[in-house]
């Protein structure tokens, strides 16, 4: 299985700022995944990214709030901008691999909007 | 439009016993379906997935599952439970969309452990 870095782990960020999470995975592939859980919540899909093209945002989740970056197929990027204290989550990178299209997630980004 | 439904948000068992956990999806198509856990703190980790075949799946840590078309139903099993099970366990079913395996999560149900 894919094995997928998140940096930050943990944040504390003021209200107004942005701030970005990097994910890395060990393998190349092709489809990649940004999911919210918010605090005692489940998980739910923010968008996804495939290497070449505009990430696809599902519905209440905008670009402007949550700019993506996919610049290779072993890297991409969340933005969360102007935070404010709703957006105080976990966010999971997630991506695609192996047979029957297994999703694999990342270690999370817990970030904390003050 | 996929959905998931973990009937129990909470659950306490025993050091030692048996285990099951419901999940119930609805979904058109034949479904692909996996079971994640999240310990305290930390991201998710697959415990087994089902794509077609064998109704009854193994997955890691002593879990398995089994499909039910008929009800509908992904139940997680496990035929004695030890004190690191206690986590968050979610139930999960994907829809390939334009070429990307979405996934629709359950609400999640949270697993109490007595010594």
């Known amino acids: 299985s894919a094995v997928i870095s998140q940096k930050p782990s943990r944040d504390i960020c003021q209200r107004g700022t942005s701030l970005t999470i990097q994910c890395q995975v060990d393998?190349?592939?092709?489809?990649m995944f940004w999911y919210r859980q918010q605090p005692g919540q489940s998980l739910t899909l923010i968008a996804t990214?495939?290497?070449?093209?505009?990430?696809?945002?599902e519905s209440g989740f905008v670009i402007d709030k949550f700019p993506i970056s996919r610049p290779n197929l072993t890297f991409s990027t969340l933005t969360v901008s102007n935070m404010s204290p709703e957006d105080s989550s976990i966010y999971l990178c997630?991506?695609?691999?192996?047979?029957?299209?297994?999703?694999?997630f990342g270690e999370g980004s817990w970030l904390t909007v003050v | 439009a996929q959905s998931v439904t973990q009937p129990d948000i909470h659950i306490t068992v025993s050091e030692g016993a048996s285990l099951e956990l419901r999940c119930n999806y609805s979904?058109?198509?034949?479904?692909?379906l996996f079971w994640y856990v999240q310990s305290p703190g930390q991201g998710l980790q697959l415990l087994l997935k089902y794509f077609s075949g064998d109704t009854l799946v193994q997955g890691i840590k002593g879990f398995e599952a089994e499909f039910k078309r008929s009800q509908s139903s992904f139940n997680l099993r496990k035929p004695s439970v030890h004190w690191s099970d206690a986590a968050e366990y979610f139930c999960?079913?994907?829809?390939?969309?334009?070429?990307?395996?979405?996934?629709?999560f359950g609400q999640g149900t949270r697993l109490t452990i007595n010594p």
């Open positions: 997630s991506v695609e691999q192996g047979p029957g299209n297994t999703i694999y």
């Open positions: 999960a079913v994907g829809a390939a969309i334009q070429g990307a395996q979405k996934l629709v």
């Open positions: 979904y058109g198509a034949t479904p692909y």
């Open positions: 990214a495939n290497q070449g093209s505009e990430a696809t945002y």
């Open positions: 393998s190349q592939v092709t489809m």
